[in-house]
């Protein structure tokens, strides 16, 4: 883990090509310091002509059961229906699992799809699928990885896209007002991710980063324990104890001597900006504003309460925090493991046996807290239509329950909620069939997702084809 004090700290006449690159060394926060400060160095001037500025994505790693959640069905056999029943929402004809009473009561706010589907069953190619749009360079844990190259996520896209200088492809004017990656409140990247990385049998998920569009478009992530201690910087961006903002500013003039060293390597693109990002560092170690956007305990209890104390509910009103700041991507992650903790994970939705009892008592009781007061909280501040919230795992579970008491995994059919950012509200698209087990109209793509993501910010993904990484859906654009 790289620690900037400590590297400051250092007698100029030694340093040497390697400790300039350990300045990079961050990899297990999702996102060198270089990469990360050089999306903020790159950014220039883009203009939306979509009503959202910002997206935060609930990633429902596991795969949630649509059955229990958007996608009852109260008439099929006992064998697929289950336990629960369907109520009524705010939305006429709109019926949702009688374990989600809250989110019946603001249907108006969000948009259900119930026609989502794939191809790919197994958790970490379904990941890669949902978060990427493609199947390329995915990998079952102990298999052999799909052919290509893996795609980047749709963070990524977003943050890529939103650092394209007016006047060329990537560029999209319309009526918003221009926003600067550079401009925004606080000192952050354009893509944050809460909570660990996504894994399952030990293999994390390919398509969580920027691949081909480079570490600078990766996720800068956070990991804290919500209920405990609180989110905070990483240590690479913390002082050190006898390290005060004095005499970060004296190492700081030390520092500005290292480009008298080692002309020769300073001439690359990427070393000649190493001072600068440095620099950057240096104001994110002393900025306030970033700092107290991490700062939980500064919410009245009252609002903490109504997001509920659970490490999900907490991560919900740090992704409404960084929104407010500016931040355009925020991806909230339910938890690392796919599998539940009865299985070894941390908390996923896979849940092979004993779904009902889990559903009933956990899952659905965090999930139905959080968003709703997370969509409320978002249109008392007037963000809601300015900002895309999207909650979706990488697949739903299957129509036929278990001999175990659970529903196996199912991409073949299932269900998505959409909200703000332009997406109207009190409406339902597509649906499926008797028993929920495949598209009956209307069916979407995770890549279509992700091109209405696009849509939404008024990025033009045509831009991402001179990178190779082009999507080849269309947005739906009757969400809007």
């Known amino acids: 883990m790289l620690n900037v004090a400590r590297f400051l700290a250092r007698d100029c006449q030694r340093v040497t090509r390697r400790s300039l690159l350990q300045i990079g060394a961050c990899g297990s926060l999702g996102l060198s310091l270089p990469g990360f400060l050089a999306a903020r160095a790159d950014a220039a001037t883009a203009a939306s002509a979509g009503r959202a500025r910002s997206v935060i994505l609930l990633w ?34 709109l019926h949702i699992s009688e374990l989600l009473p809250r989110l019946a009561g603001v249907s108006e706010k969000y948009c259900v799809i119930r026609s989502m589907r794939h191809d790919q069953k197994d958790h970490n190619v379904g990941g890669t699928v949902a978060l990427t749009g493609h ?51 606080g000192e952050w990247p354009p893509f944050l991710a809460i909570g660990p990385m996504s894994k399952v049998s030990g293999e994390f998920v390919r398509g969580q980063g920027a691949g081909i569009l480079g570490a600078a478009r990766d996720p800068f992530r956070f990991e804290g324990d919500a209920l405990g201690d609180g989110f905070k910087l990483p240590d690479g961006f ?17 520092l500005a001597r ?9 001439a690359t693109s990427a070393t000649r900006r190493v001072d600068e990002f440095n620099a950057q560092a240096m104001s994110m170690l002393t900025s306030p504003a970033a700092k107290k956007a991490l700062d939980l305990t500064s919410e009245p209890a009252a609002v903490r ?42 908390g996923g939705w896979d849940l092979h046996y004993r779904l009902f009892e889990r559903m009933h008592e956990r899952y659905c009781p965090i999930f139905d807290r959080a968003v709703p007061a997370l969509l409320a909280d978002l249109e008392r501040r007037g963000l809601l239509d300015s900002t895309l ?5 990488e697949f739903g579970r299957s129509p036929q329950i278990s001999s175990l008491g659970g529903r196996e995994h199912w991409p073949f059919g299932y269900s998505m909620m959409l909200a703000g950012g332009g997406i109207r509200g009190g409406q339902v698209y597509g649906s499926s069939d008797r028993d929920g087990g495949a598209p009956n109209d209307r069916p979407v793509h995770p890549q279509n997702i992700i091109a209405t993501t696009l849509e939404a910010l008024g990025l033009n993904r045509i831009a991402l084809n001179e990178m190779g990484v082009g999507l080849d859906a269309e947005p739906v654009f009757e969400l809007f």
């Open 60 to 93: 429902l790693w596991g795969g949630p059961s649509h059955h229990e959640t958007w996608d009852p069905k109260p008439d099929a056999a006992a064998k697929i229906r289950g336990p629960f029943g369907s109520i009524p929402t705010r939305t006429l004809g």
């Open 238 to 254: 913390t002082l050190q104890a006898d390290l005060n903002v004095k005499r970060l500013d004296d190492r700081k003039q030390l």
């Open 305 to 346: 309460d109504r997001y509920g104390r659970t490490q999900f509910g907490q991560s919900c009103i740090l992704a409404r925090r960084l929104v407010e700041s500016g931040v355009p991507f925020v991806q909230v992650n339910w938890s690392g493991d796919a599998e539940d903790e009865q299985q070894g994970g941390d």
């Open 389 to 393: 919230v999207l909650a979706m795992g």
């Open 258 to 266: 290292i480009d008298r060293v080692d002309r020769e390597f300073e």
């Open 135 to 185: 199947v390329f360079g995915a990998k079952a844990s102990g298999a052999v990885p799909f052919p290509g190259t893996v795609r980047p996520s749709m963070g990524s896209l977003v943050s890529w896209l939103k650092s394209k200088p007016a006047g060329t492809a990537g560029f999209q004017a319309g009526p918003s007002r221009q926003t600067r990656v550079s401009d925004l409140r």
